[in-house]
Antibody
Framework: QVQLVESGGGVVQPGGSLRLSCAASGFTFSSYGMHWVRQAPGKGLEWVAFIRYDGSNKYYADSVKGRFTISRDNSKNTLYLQMNSLRAEDTAVYYC????????????WGQGTLVTVSS | QSALTQPRSVSGSPGQSVTISCTGTSSDVGGYNYVSWYQQHPGKAPKLMIYDVSKRPSGVPDRFSGSKSGNTASLTISGLQAEDEADYYCCSYAGSYTFYVVFGGGTKLTVL
């Protein structure tokens, strides 16, 4: 069965950096696009970034463009999110989610990792 | 790109039907048949319930249905059950010259 496990969250000071990882299993990782979606405490969902199956194209929400970088290592079945110049408003649970390929949607989600930006 | 508009809360009694609306613009909901809906229970990850406006993934009960008219999409849950109580989020493709996705603010469904 599809499994997505995020890691790398924690507490970081404003202006700092953090790298999240998402380990995938149960499907052919190299055949599917992948997303990061975040949820601030008590708030709604916000799409963050998308990377195509082969890493050829990457797309970002306006709120993170220029600060965050999505990447993947298909040999390790792992998705990454490098987050730089972090702000208090980046505080959220970050989910990785699988693209179903047949639709623009998120068909499987990890359990999320919490990032807290605070001094 | 702005967030889609959903009612903050809806409620219904067991066995009844409820409909949650999701209003966008011609640049997102009205422009593409790429609306999806997600159910989220407290402390849990979201779950895909509807994609491509009205398609149900395998395993999702047929009590859940989706539709769209103009710039507004809707999720209808019939035969309400206690376990349907959750937050529901709509989502739409919104990219014109690039890939972009927007979510609604979420709707809290209470089963009375």
């Amino acid at each position: 069965q599809v499994q997505l496990v995020e890691s790398g969250g924690g507490v970081v000071q404003p202006g700092g950096s953090l790298r999240l990882s998402c380990a995938a299993s149960g499907f052919t990782f190299s055949s599917y696009g992948m997303h990061w979606v975040r949820q601030a405490p008590g708030k709604g969902l916000e799409w963050v970034a998308f990377i195509r199956y082969d890493g050829s194209n990457k797309y970002y929400a306006d709120s993170v463009k220029g600060r965050f970088t999505i990447s993947r290592d298909n040999s390790k079945n792992t998705l990454y999110l490098q987050m730089n110049s972090l702000r208090a408003e980046d505080t959220a649970v970050y989910y990785c989610a699988k693209d179903p390929r047949i639709a623009i949607a998120f068909d499987y989600w990890g359990q999320g990792t919490l990032v807290t930006v605070s001094s | 790109q702005s967030a889609l508009t959903q009612p903050r809360s809806v409620s219904g009694s067991p066995g009844q039907s409820v409909t949650i609306s999701c209003t966008g613009t011609s640049s997102d909901v009205g422009g593409y048949n790429y609306v999806s809906w997600y159910q989220q229970h407290p402390g849990k990850a979201p779950k895909l319930m509807i994609y491509d406006v009205s398609k149900r993934p395998s395993g999702v009960p047929d009590r859940f249905s989706g539709s769209k008219s103009g710039n507004t999409a809707s999720l209808t849950i019939s035969g309400l059950q206690a376990e349907d109580e959750a937050d529901y989020y709509c989502c739409s493709y919104a990219g014109s010259y690039t890939f972009y996705v927007v979510f609604g603010g979420g709707t809290k469904l209470t089963v009375l």
